[in-house]
């Protein structure tokens, strides 16, 4: 069955670029009508919906973090990644990747998600 | 952006007992495009139900979702030990998505 897996540093510095990698296994990325997507959980906190990507590279981003996002997707290699610039302490969390239906479906599968901690 | 208020925070409850989580949103949903999910200490989210009622695959028949516009419930007819969790709605119609604030159930 399908099943993704995030991966990237777990600690990144203040200001710097946080990079994640979210591969696909037991399907491909390049399937019809799915879209491809990334949100994130602060520690004992909520859900936040970062952005989502088609395998045609066709991207859209929560406004809140439009200026510092960018996704893109490597179909050769079954991979979507993420970049969040000017990282500060507020986007320590856990990084997920998930799957969703359509431009707007609900996300069926889901990684198993990586903690990412912005300290010097 | 559209808001989704959940109540109560946390609903502590005895197994067997009917668990009744409200989720409401600031605008009208469309096309009630709304889950609710469940998540574990430690796990991702795990879809329970979409489209405001329908359940995902392999979702016991005890979970059940209803509500249209801007008021959205999930039931779970009656608790089981596995079902202790924290629970968060979604509505993914409008951009951005956005998640509601979560209920924690709890053993009573």
């Known amino acids: 069955q399908l099943q993704l897996q995030e991966s990237g540093p777990g600690l990144v510095k203040p200001s710097e670029t946080l990079s994640l990698t979210c591969t696909v296994s037991?399907?491909?990325?390049?399937?019809?009508?799915?879209?491809w997507g990334w949100i994130r959980q602060p520690p004992g906190k909520g859900l936040k919906w970062i952005g989502s990507i088609y395998n045609s590279g066709s991207t859209y981003y929560n406004p809140s973090l439009k200026s510092r996002v960018t996704l893109s997707v490597d179909t050769s290699k079954n991979q979507f990644s993420l970049k969040l610039s000017s990282v500060t302490a507020a986007d320590t969390a856990v990084y997920y990747c998930?799957?969703?239906?359509?431009?707007?479906?609900?996300?069926?599968?889901w990684g198993q998600g990586t903690m990412v901690t912005v300290s010097s | 952006e559209i808001v989704l208020t959940q109540s109560p925070g946390t609903l502590s409850l005895s197994p067997g007992e009917r668990a009744t989580l409200s989720c409401r949103a600031s605008q009208t949903v469309s096309s009630s495009y709304l889950a609710w999910y469940q998540q574990k200490p430690g796990q991702a989210p795990r879809l329970l139900i979409y489209?405001?009622?329908s359940r995902a695959t392999g979702i016991p028949d005890r979970f059940s979702g209803s509500g249209s516009g801007t008021d959205f419930t999930l039931t779970i007819s009656r608790l089981e030990p596995e079902d202790f969790a924290v629970y968060y709605c979604?509505?993914?119609?409008?951009?951005?998505?956005?998640f509601g604030q979560g209920t924690k159930v709890e053993i009573k």
């Open positions: 979604q509505q993914y119609g409008s951009s951005p998505k956005t």
């Open positions: 998930a799957r969703h239906h359509y431009y707007d479906g609900p996300f069926d599968i």
């Open positions: 489209g405001a009622s």
């Open positions: 037991g399907g491909s990325i390049s399937s019809s009508s799915y879209y």
